[in-house]
């Protein structure tokens, strides 16, 4: 299950949180290498933000390599 989260840090960008929290979803081992990452309005409603924020902060960690996108369907993805 995914977690929700009301921890905010203070003078923290809503993307800088969303990208935050989503790597930690894969550092607890609750995203794992492979699995399809919830649809986008389920992450934007646990992580309390913007459903836009939460296109860009996947963005972002496509573009390291974190997250690959698979024809829309993103999936979590880690390097060895």
Same mark, same amino acid.
């Given at each position: 299950?995914?977690?929700?989260?009301? $921890? /905010?840090?203070? +003078?923290?960008?809503? /993307?800088? /949180?969303?990208?935050?929290?989503?790597? $930690?979803?894969?550092?607890?081992?609750?995203?794992?290498?492979?699995?399809?990452?919830?649809?986008?309005?389920?992450?934007?409603?646990?992580?309390?933000?913007?459903?836009?924020?939460?296109?860009?902060?996947?963005?972002?960690?496509?573009?390291?390599?974190?997250?690959? +996108?698979?024809?829309?369907?993103? /999936?979590?993805?880690?390097?060895?």
């Amino acid at each position: 299950m995914i977690p929700s989260t009301a $921890q /905010r840090f203070t +003078n923290e960008s809503p /993307r800088s /949180r969303a990208i935050r929290l989503l790597r $930690q979803w894969v550092d607890d081992g609750v995203l794992r290498p492979g699995d399809m990452l919830p649809p986008e309005r389920e992450i934007s409603a646990k992580l309390e933000v913007g459903l836009g924020t939460v296109q860009r902060a996947i963005k972002v960690m496509e573009q390291e390599g974190l997250f690959i +996108n698979h024809g829309g369907r993103t /999936r979590t993805h880690r390097h060895p």
